[in-house]
């Protein structure tokens, strides 16, 4: 079956560490998103990218680094200048970048030790 | 600016009907979208709407007016399994179409 996956479904990194999180997807999808959900807060974006080997700044890019080597694959690396990491990650891509709805993984919780 | 408000948290009983507002300012607005999301999961595809009017699927039914930035997700015959929250989206094109997503409504159904 096509569709995202994520891994992995939790993450626990100590203070100084970058972690990568993965996002695989098999639907042929050009545009590719990394979002951030935290308690009482919108889905927030982090980077997103429109077609493999670019990829743009989202809203809370700061901390944060990204990679689309691949059309298939969108990791995020969450720094150690990130200085809040914990919440709940998720991937997302669409068709393309225009109205086409984004279809989710199921996320990546990421905790500090 | 960007805004989007939706209330945080709704109840209803199995077999109601329930229905849940989101406002926005959109700056490029271009689409609403609603989501569904069980705790812990995915968020899901529920609807997208882009002219003014009903979009009805099933169960659940959309409503947009572009001229009151005024959305509404409407829910029918409330089964327990539709307790999770609802996200509104609004697609915002400013230069790239991107989601500007509302803090989500918390539906509980109870029997």
């Known amino acids: 079956d096509g569709g995202i996956t994520q891994s992995p479904k939790y993450l626990f990194r100590k203070e100084g560490q970058n972690v990568t999180l993965s996002c695989e997807q098999n639907?042929?999808?050009?545009?590719m998103y990394w979002y951030r959900q935290d308690p009482g807060q919108g889905l927030r974006l982090i980077y997103y990218?429109?077609?493999?080997?670019?990829?743009q700044k989202g809203d809370i890019a700061e901390g944060y680094s990204v990679s689309r080597e691949k059309k298939e694959s969108f990791p995020l690396t969450v720094t150690s200048a990130q200085k809040n990491p914990t919440a709940f990650y998720l991937c997302a891509s669409s068709i393309d970048s225009s109205d086409q709805p984004q279809h989710f993984g199921d996320g990546t919780r990421l905790s500090i030790l | 600016g960007q805004n989007i408000d939706q209330p945080t948290e709704m109840t209803a009983t199995e077999g109601a009907i329930v229905q849940i507002n989101c406002t926005y300012q959109?700056?490029?607005?271009?689409?609403l979208f609603w989501y569904q999301q069980h705790a812990g999961e995915a968020p899901t595809f529920l609807s997208y709407n882009v002219l003014d009017g009903l979009e009805e699927k099933g169960r659940f039914s959309s409503f947009l007016s572009r001229s009151k930035g005024y959305s509404y997700l409407l829910l029918k015959e409330l089964q327990m399994k539709d307790s999770a929250s609802y996200l509104c989206a609004a697609l915002s094109n400013t230069g790239f179409q991107k989601l500007v997503f509302g803090t989500g409504t918390r539906l509980l159904v109870s029997p």
């Open positions: 959109t700056s490029g607005f271009n689409g």
């Open positions: 639907l042929n999808h050009d545009a």
């Open positions: 990218s429109q077609i493999v080997n670019d990829f």
